[in-house]
């Protein structure tokens, strides 16, 4: 069994989480939008299963999120390595993606279920960021308010 029990007492979301873990590869959480975050998705087990970043993306649907999560760890199954600030493709239809690497400062506030799985702050996450549909990305100058509050860049900047 790849998965050691790492709580006493584990409720039934954190028993699925790691079932899905050990069946899947990994569990991916949907984080409804609050006052002052976005929605958003991320994974926790990638990193422990395949030795590479899990996966945060924010502002998209629940289902397309999730699927381009699945994607990204069938993709690094296969043998596909993302580096942080590259472009890649087959993501998002037309639009090219990139990664950047989360700072640690917004794991908690981000990634609860991560700091628990992980028992710490101690694992890599990478961030899916995508340009709006015009082609601007939230690092730009005419970036709009409205997007880059729903793509909040979690790097080190």
Known sequence: ????????????????????????????LHVM??????????SIGIEKTTNKPDLIITGLKRELAHWMINEYKRRIIEGEVFEPMEFYQDFLEDFDITFVEVDKKHYKEYLGWGLWYNEDSNFNMLQLVFPSTTGVWPWNENASDDFTWLQPLLNAN
């Open 1 to 28: 069994m790849l998965i050691v029990s790492l709580k006493n007492n584990m409720d039934e979301y954190e028993q699925k989480a790691l079932d899905d873990i050990e069946n899947h590869g990994c569990h991916i």
């Open 33 to 42: 939008e609050e006052d002052n975050y976005p929605r958003f998705t991320y």
